[in-house]
Structure formats: C-alpha cells, structure tokens
C-alpha cells in the first residue's frame, strides 16, 4: 500500500507565478489535510478536505491560497502570485475517517513539497 | 483554542542514554489525542506515538513511551537507550474529538551524541 505521495518535492517559482502543489492521498483515504512548514517552526493546519467539499480552511490565508480535492485525481493547494514568505515546506496528510474509537485516527503524511520563491 | 508548548528548543544525549522531551497542552475539550512525530533532516514525518485523553495507562512504542500526566497537562516523550540515528526535530501534537485538525507544538531538535 503504497504511502501518501506528494509532487513536486521541490518547487521553485518567481514571485508573482503560481503554484501548484499536488497530492495522492493513501488507497482508501478520504480525508485529506494541509499543513505548512515555515523555516525552524513547527507545522501549522491550512485546510481539511473530504472528497469534493472543503471542511475547515480556518486555517487558510484569506488571499492567493486555495484548495481542492476533487472526485477523481489528487488534491491540489494552489498558490496564485506567489511572494517570499510562500516560501516553505507543504504537507499534505491523509487518513480513512475522522473518527475511531475515542478519536483517534492517524495522519499519515507525505514527504513535502519544498516551495522555494526567489 | 488548543495549544501545545515544546519549552526545550534543543536537547542533547550521550547515545545509550535516555531523554525526555517535554510537552504541556491547553485545551477544554475533555476528549482529546496527543501525539509525536520525529523529522529527520530528509524532512518527513514520522509518527511515533499516541495517547488518548481517557486512555488509563501511558503509550509505549518499542524505544518510545509517553509520560501522560492528565492533571499537569503534560505529555513528555521518553526515548530509552539513544541511538545516533534519533537526531531529528521532534514534534508534539494534539488533536480535540471535536475537531479535525493538529496543533503542533514548535519542536525540539534532538542530538545523540556518541
């Protein structure tokens, strides 16, 4: 069963391109979540995503970032006009249910994508 | 809202030694799960542990166990008998029933030294 699989790992783009980050979930997952990575910090929530509907984008800049996870393909987040402080590590992570048993169910994440903006 | 604290930015141990890393949380949710994820420096996560607030005895993990004290609102990682290969960042983690997201602490960076 292969893991959650993340592409590109690394991106670069100039400010002002776009971006796209793509994401498979594991076989049989149907929960889908971003996270993003600032240099030395931890990981902050973006986005949770069910097949076809946006959950929870609390965590989302309110400008240029959107998400998808459509019937059929990956899971794209979208960068629209990309700027410095976009620069960061994108994790996607995927689990088959929100809850089990006392709540527990655990994300598996892919490796990242490393957004470089120059 | 739910927060994690990590007050220990960098940690060194001899290798054979044991570590803890410490980890408090806030949240009002009575239900709740914690977790640990290691990151080497290739960049992936790697889950480690789990503990679930009404989980009566604390998680252990092979090298790994989790010292929960629900009254202090604390979930240290315990890593016995260190290996070289344990130098990563590591993370802690909550996520409330209620909710769908993690909340992640900002890391500790572990180093083995032999």
């Known amino acids: 069963n292969a893991g959650v699989m993340q592409n590109p790992r690394h991106l670069v783009r100039r400010r002002g391109q776009e971006a796209r980050l793509r994401c498979s979930p594991m076989k049989g997952h149907s929960h889908v979540y971003w996270y993003r990575q600032l240099p030395e910090e931890g990981l902050k929530f973006m986005v949770y995503l069910q097949k076809e509907n946006i959950i929870d984008e609390s965590g989302m800049p309110k400008e240029r970032f959107s998400a998808e996870f459509p019937k059929e393909g990956p899971s794209i987040l979208r960068i629209q006009q990309v700027v410095r402080g976009d620069s960061a590590a994108y994790f996607c992570?995927?689990?088959?249910?929100?809850?089990?048993?006392?709540?527990?169910?655990?994300?598996?994440f892919g490796p990242g994508t490393r957004l470089t903006v120059l | 809202a739910q927060k994690i604290t990590q007050t220990q930015p960098g940690m060194f141990v001899q290798e054979k030694e044991a570590v803890t890393l410490d980890c408090t949380y806030d949240?009002?949710?009575?239900?709740?799960?914690l977790f640990w994820y290691k990151q080497p420096s290739s960049g992936e996560m790697i889950f480690l542990i789990y503990q679930g607030s009404y989980d009566q005895q604390n998680a252990t993990e092979g090298r790994y166990s989790l010292n929960f004290q629900k009254a202090r609102k604390s979930a240290n990682l315990v890593i016995s008998a260190s290996q070289l290969g344990d130098s990563a960042m590591y993370f802690c983690?909550?996520?409330?029933?209620?909710?769908?997201?993690?909340?992640f602490g900002e890391g500790t960076q572990l180093t083995v030294n032999p």
């Open positions: 949240t009002s949710d009575p239900s709740y799960g």
């Open positions: 992570a995927s689990s088959p249910r929100l809850f089990r048993d006392l709540g527990f169910d655990e994300q598996f």
């Open positions: 983690a909550m996520r409330e029933t209620s909710g769908s997201r993690l909340t």
